[in-house]
């Protein structure tokens, strides 16, 4: 089983997603929560994600026969049952037993997309045996040959989709994560200990149960080898500088690998046309959750240019997103799709698989009500006449 606890909570007290997030409050241990929700120095980004939706306002049809709406959406090949899927979230095993293997087997019953991130517990191999749809997202590292080892070794597995990240050069001033005793690898100490004692779900459900059942945790994917264990008083994690790749590092990249190919953490309308001239077969406007430099722009500002400037290609949108208004707005903007990343982390951590497919269900009943109440019956119909500027 993938699930985690045996005891669960009822998931008709989840209504929105937001419901999970204050579950996990709860849950997780502070410095595990303080990971997963935070952003960096003050966290000006993360705000300004969520305030972003606030500019724009709808502008509804009425009349209109949406009885027979749909929520399905074609994307790089493959019609999804929604036009929203799993962002990619790294570590998610350590809030949530088996968390990356549970949000792949979860998208695969809801037939949404899942991207496993590089930073993840769980070997990649077993990712795409649960859910042969998913998507493998590479942080690059610093030297030729292992980036070259790396995407041998995604191919290998079978991946059929390679996202690449390209906003996270150096770590982050993650100065939250360092309050609430978060580190990676993490350090044993009476703090740590404490906070375990005193989430005995988590404890015994996903932590030791983990241990128990598979071993300690590791890093597994940063590289084509095995990286640090997730609990070391010693051990280093590898953060590669990445500062010296270019744009070379991608075509080569291009030649390497067969696949799709995704290009992650755009902002910049030059750097959207540099992606598709490179050979992007798709785009994600990003800025990490607001989790790399504090004060960048919301995806959703830049979004409008990037759509105009690269027609060939989907362009798609994390970062921030909560509710079916929100991927509404993004769809009006122009987005062909939209991923969501710490709602269905927090839904994994408090409520395992059925949890995830209980937020997926939730957020795609939100687009088709919201749809509905808009007067539209496709996603391809919805766009910027849709909306006025607050």
Not at 29 to 36: E, G, L
Not at 65 to 74: A, I, N, P
Not at 143 to 170: C, F, H, M, N, P
């Amino acid at each position: 089983m993938t699930g985690g606890s045996k005891a669960r909570p009822s998931l008709g007290r989840f209504l929105c997603l937001d419901d999970f997030e204050d579950a996990a409050r709860r849950h997780l241990p502070a410095p595990v929560f303080a990971y997963v929700s935070g952003g960096v120095e003050r966290n000006q980004s993360l705000r300004s994600n969520a305030r972003a939706f606030d500019q724009y306002e709808f502008v509804t049809r009425v009349l209109v026969d949406t009885s027979r709406r749909s929520t399905t959406t074609t994307l790089l090949g493959k019609t999804w049952s929604a036009p929203f899927g799993i962002a990619p979230m790294g570590i998610c095993a350590l809030s949530a037993y088996r968390g990356d293997l549970v949000l792949a087997t979860a998208a695969a019953q809801e037939n949404v997309p899942m991207i496993m991130s590089g930073s993840s517990l769980i070997r990649m191999e077993d990712i795409v045996q649960a859910n042969p749809d998913a998507w493998f997202q590479a942080y690059l590292p610093g030297q030729k040959e292992d980036i070259v080892a790396l995407i041998q070794r995604v191919k290998a597995a079978g991946y059929g989709t390679l996202v690449v990240t390209l906003d996270a050069s150096i770590a982050a001033n993650r100065e939250n994560n360092v309050r609430a005793g978060f580190s990676t690898p993490l350090r044993p100490s009476a703090r740590l200990a404490w906070q375990g004692i005193t989430h005995p779900q988590w404890l015994f459900g996903t932590f030791l149960r983990t241990i128990v059942q598979h071993g300690m945790p590791h890093f597994e994917n940063n590289y084509a080898r095995r990286g640090a264990p997730i609990l070391s008083a010693s051990v280093l994690r590898d953060f590669s500088d990445r500062g010296h790749l270019g744009w070379a590092d991608i075509r080569m990249i291009r030649q390497l690998w067969p696949g799709r190919m995704v290009i992650k953490g755009i902002l910049d309308v030059r750097d959207a046309r540099t992606a598709v001239e490179t050979g992007a077969d798709g785009i994600i406007v990003s800025n990490h959750g607001g989790r790399q430099l504090d004060g960048t722009v919301s995806p959703l500002r830049v979004l409008p240019g990037i759509v105009k400037a690269c027609a060939d290609v989907p362009v798609m949108i994390d970062s921030g997103f909560r509710r079916g208004t929100d991927v509404l707005k993004a769809l009006a903007l122009g987005a062909s799709f939209v991923f969501v990343g710490r709602p269905f982390n927090y839904a994994a951590a408090v409520a395992g698989q059925p949890g995830v497919r209980r937020g997926v269900s939730l957020l795609r009943d939100e687009v088709s009500r919201n749809m509905a109440m808009l007067g539209v019956t496709s996603t391809a119909h919805i766009g910027p006449d849709f909306l006025l500027e607050a």
